[in-house]
C-alpha cells in the first residue's frame, strides 16, 4: 500500500502527547485516519513521546513510516504533558491544532464536531465532559473540586470540565507560542489568550488500555500550577499572613518592653 504524500500545509494538525502508550497507538492511528480523512482536508498528526519506557516510541517510528502523515517528536526523558503539547504547538503547521490524549477518552470522532465549530467562525473549540467512564468516585469528586476551586479564584474564565481536548486557530496557536512559562497549564493559557471560544460537549470514554497518566501526585501538581499562575489569592493569603504575623511579632516587642519597663521600676 501506498504511504500518503506528505502535505506541503495541512489544513489541520493534531497534536498527540504519549507516555507509555503501546497497546492504544494502533487503534488511536486508525480511528484518526478514519475520521480526519472524512473531512476532505489535507490533515497531519504530532505524536510526542514523552519519554515511554516501553514499545511506544518504536510504534510511533512504524507509523510514521507507513503513513508520511504521522510526524514524531522523541523527549530524552519524561518532561510532563503541559510540555509535550508545547512542543507539539511549536512543530505543529496547520490552520487549525487539535490536541488530544493518546489514552482514546478523548474520541477522535468528536474532531468533526469541533472542526464544524472552526469552519462556523469559531477560534477556540474546546470539549466539556459531560459523563466520565472507568474513573473512581475518587477521582471524579477530585476532579469536579478542581475545576470549580479553579473557576471560583481565577483570574480568567476557565471552563468548567474542560481538559485539554480542544481545537484552536491558528492565530491563538501563535499567541500561545509566546507564552514559554516552565510550569504551564495550557487549558488556563488557551482561555487567557481570548479569541472566539465555544464548548463542544461529550461523553468521556473509558481508557482503551493501560493505566491512567494523572495519578493523584500529578494532579495536585496540575492544580498547583494552575492557582499560582491564574490567580492571586495565593499572593494575597501570604501577604495578609505576613502582616498578621508581623503585628503579633509587633505587640510582641511593645509587651516586653513595657514589662522591662516595669521590672526596672520596681
Known sequence: MKSPETPEHPVFSVVIPVWNEQEVLPVLHQRLVQTMDSTGERWEVIFINDGSKDRSLELLIALSQQDARVKVLNFSRNFGHQIAITAGFDYADGDAVIVMDADL?????????MIGKWREGYEVAY??????????????W???A??????????????????????????????MRRLREKNRFMRGLSS??????????????ARYAGETKYPFRKMLHLANNAITSFSHVPLQLAMYTGFVFAGIAGLGIVIAIVLRLLDMTL
Open 127 to 140: 470539549a466539556v465532559r459531560t459523563k466520565r467512564e472507568g474513573e473512581t468516585k475518587f477521582k471524579l
Open 105 to 113: 477518552q478523548d474520541p477522535p470522532e468528536v474532531l468533526l464536531r
Open 142 to 144: 477530585t476532579a469536579s
Open 146 to 175: 478542581f475545576y470549580r476551586l479553579i473557576r471560583y479564584i481565577a483570574d480568567v474564565d476557565i471552563p468548567l470540565d474542560a481538559g485539554d481536548f480542544r481545537l484552536m486557530d491558528r492565530k491563538v496557536v501563535l499567541a
Open 192 to 205: 487567557w489568550v481570548g479569541f472566539k471560544q465555544i464548548a463542544v460537549e461529550y461523553e468521556r470514554a
